[in-house]
């Protein structure tokens, strides 16, 4: 209530102004309300957004996902071990050992009359770290190309490599005759030997110092003859 003058005998002056003023209050405060339940509308379209955002992005995994499963899936179905199309994928000399070790392998097992070396890892060999092991694999695959030999991997430790890793090109996992034949063929003091005399034998250790490097092999002139073949 505010004291003032009568205004042609209706009202206060200063009730007139405080309800001008009152009303504008009412004005402002309604129009804040207005702004406040835009302002929740907005948010809650804004969570809308953010839901259906999120249901796209989780869609959009699941799609690549299954993407890399169909493509991974398409992949080992059209290159497979049973002469897939794999030459499009590796230069010839490649080529032309996948072939070599396919042929040599039926029904799981090795055919009679291939020479074959094996890449072996157990709990007494010395076969290194990971690291080691797959540079040493590597190393073994070259060895086996340069001196014509089937390669097989017999990693048991510390568990089966089999049991993680399937075969793609080359079938290293078949049956071979057993053999306690081991050579230290990676010593780079002795020239790569082709063991003509000797179907089947085991690497010694394929990595530590004093053993042939990758590059080694790749140019010994058994390998080199191999590339100026194609």
């Known amino acids: 209530i505010a004291s003032g003058k009568r205004f042609n005998g209706r009202k206060f002056e200063g009730c007139f102004i405080t309800e001008k003023i009152a009303g504008k209050k009412v004005k402002h405060i309604q129009s804040k309300i207005k702004e406040a339940k835009k302002t929740k509308k907005e948010f809650v379209n804004g969570q809308d957004v953010v839901r259906e955002g999120r249901k796209e992005l989780d869609s959009s995994k699941s799609i690549k996902r299954k993407s890399r499963k169909e493509f991974i899936r398409e992949a080992i179905s059209d290159i497979s071990i049973k002469g897939g199309d794999f030459e499009r994928l590796f230069d010839f000399w490649i080529n032309d050992y996948i072939r070599f070790h396919n042929s040599a392998i039926e029904n799981g097992k090795l055919k009679d009359g291939f020479r074959f070396v094996v890449y072996r890892c157990s709990e007494t060999a010395r076969c290194g770290g990971v690291g080691d092991r797959i540079l040493g694999i590597v190393k073994a695959f070259y060895f086996a190309m340069s ?61 530590g110092h004093g053993k042939y490097s990758l590059e080694a092999i790749l140019q010994d002139p058994h390998m080199q003859a191999l590339l100026e073949d194609g």
């Open 147 to 207: 001196t014509g030999r089937v390669l097989f991997i017999d990693s048991e430790y510390p568990v089966a490599l089999k049991n993680y890793l399937n075969p793609s090109f080359l079938q290293w996992d078949a049956e071979f005759p057993f053999t306690e034949e081991t050579f230290d063929d990676m010593d780079d003091r002795k020239p790569i030997d082709h063991r003509n005399d000797t179907i089947g034998y085991a690497f010694g250790r394929c990595n």
